[in-house]
C-alpha cells in the first residue's frame, strides 16, 4: 500500500464550493483499481489549507492508472481550477518499526 499525501490551497472563497466538489469528485476516485480510501482534511490554522490523503495498492495505480484515465480529466474539471498555487503530489511507503 502506498499513500498519496498533497496539501491544498483553495482560493479565498472558494473553500464551500470547493467541499462540495470535492464530494462529487470523490465518486470518481473511488471507483479506480487499486483506489484503497480517501480522505480530506481542513485545516485548522490556515483558511483555505487542505490536506488529502489517499491510499492505493500500488503506486502505478495512481501515477499510470489513474493520472492516465478518462477519470482524471473528469477530476480535473470539477477540481483543479479551486487551487492557487497548484500542488504538488507525494508519495510515501510504510516503514516497518
Sequence with gaps: MILE????QVKHGKEEEYEE???E???IISSMHGYISHE???CMEVQGKYLLL???EVLEDH???FRQSKEYQEWKSHLHHFYDPFPEVEHFENVQL
Design 5 to 8: 499525501a498533497v496539501m491544498l
Design 63 to 65: 501515477t499510470v492508472g
Design 25 to 27: 469528485a470523490s465518486k
Design 40 to 42: 480530506l482534511q481542513r
Design 54 to 56: 489517499v491510499k492505493w
Design 21 to 23: 466538489a470535492f464530494r
